[in-house]
């Protein structure tokens, strides 16, 4: 099944699934299929990371925002990333997609992801998002907003100053 494909039923589900809350965790359950595995006979990097993707784009549709940012052409976008391997996937094998924003600052959305196989944690991953309409950055209390919530975020880890720091010293 190509990653088109699977978006298609991602997105297709996503709108009969329940609602999910900002503060809501959304759940995926996939299998490594062959197209996902690379020369090593374990899934692909790169494809950790795809799913990801479909993980967050569940995650915007059932919190209620993917039909604003359709209908407002506000774009999704990736400010950085940190991605922590902890152990293959190997063909076939089931895997569980948990997607949450851990909190939000005048900018930025932090999303945790990660990928769990029955036994074990495979990859964690923690994303900077933020999203840009045709007047530019829409803050996140703005965009939350509009789904009706209205609360601040969840106290952000301490351990975000230090991420956020080290991506500002490899930005050029």
């Known amino acids: 099944m190509t990653l088109w494909l699977r978006l298609f039923v991602v997105i297709v589900a996503?709108?009969?699934?329940?609602?999910?809350?900002?503060i809501d965790e959304s759940v995926l359950?996939?299998?490594?299929?062959p197209n996902d595995i690379d020369a090593n006979m374990h899934m692909n990097?790169?494809?950790?990371?795809?799913?990801?993707?479909?993980g967050r784009v569940d995650y915007i549709i059932r919190c209620g925002l993917g039909a604003?940012?359709?209908?407002?052409?506000?774009?999704?976008l990736l400010g950085s990333a940190t991605v922590r391997f902890s152990r293959s996937l190997k063909p076939f094998e089931r895997f569980t997609l948990r997607t949450r924003v851990i909190g939000w600052d005048?900018?930025?959305f932090y999303v945790e992801q990660s990928v769990?196989?029955?036994?074990?944690r495979a990859a964690t991953a923690v994303f900077r998002a933020a999203f840009r309409g045709s007047a530019g950055t829409i803050p996140p209390e703005q965009l939350l907003a509009v789904v009706g919530h209205?609360?601040?975020?969840?106290p952000l880890p301490l351990w975000l100053d230090a991420w956020a720091g080290v991506d500002a010293a490899l930005e050029r």
Not at 70 to 75: G, I, T
Not at 150 to 154: H, L
């Open 106 to 108: 005048e900018k930025w």
């Open 150 to 154: 209205r609360e601040a975020t969840p």
């Open 29 to 33: 359950h996939f299998v490594v299929l």
């Open 116 to 120: 769990d196989s029955k036994t074990r």
């Open 14 to 22: 996503a709108l009969f699934r329940r609602k999910l809350g900002v």
């Open 68 to 76: 604003h940012l359709r209908r407002e052409r506000v774009q999704a």
């Open 45 to 54: 990097n790169a494809r950790y990371l795809a799913h990801m993707d479909l």
